[in-house]
């Protein structure tokens, strides 16, 4: 499976199904993405490659203390991943995928926190997945 940044610098592959797909409303990523929630297609690090351009890297902490580590294109600001490689876990950003009919998302995350406006999908479970 391959994506790209808006600006199409950034190009990766994704070498593996995810383990886990799922909806983040928390207020980092309503935050760094400008909407409800980051859609998150969970991976092991080192199914990801890059095949053209390099990512910028900015570190924050979670809630619960782990470095979180946001690769975004330096060019055009697209956030491509967010790694906790304390849990060795990638989450793609889904929305970046060449065919975003690929993502298909089970699991909501931080549902609590999700804007007023915003229905949250009904049909999905929440869930805490490792890294935030
Ligand atoms: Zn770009
Ligand atoms: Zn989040």
């Not at 797909?21 to 409800?36: E, H, I, K, M, P």
Request: charged share 15%; proline share 6%; hydrophobic share 35%.
């Amino acid at each position: 499976m391959t994506g790209a940044c808006f600006c199409k610098a950034i190009k990766y592959e994704v070498l593996a199904e995810s383990m886990m797909q799922g909806l983040c409303y928390c207020a980092d990523c309503q935050t760094v993405g400008g909407s409800a929630y980051w859609a998150s297609y969970a991976i092991s690090p080192e199914h990801f490659r890059l095949t053209s351009g390099e990512l910028k890297k900015y570190t924050s902490r979670s809630a619960a203390g782990r470095a979180v580590e946001r690769h975004f294109c330096g060019d055009c600001g697209t956030q491509i991943k967010v790694q906790s490689n304390d849990v060795s876990v990638a989450s793609v950003n889904a929305m970046t995928f060449d065919d975003p009919a690929h993502f298909r998302p089970q699991y909501t995350h931080f549902a609590q926190s999700a804007p007023h406006w915003c229905d949250v999908h009904p049909k999905l479970s929440p869930f805490q997945p490792p890294g935030e």
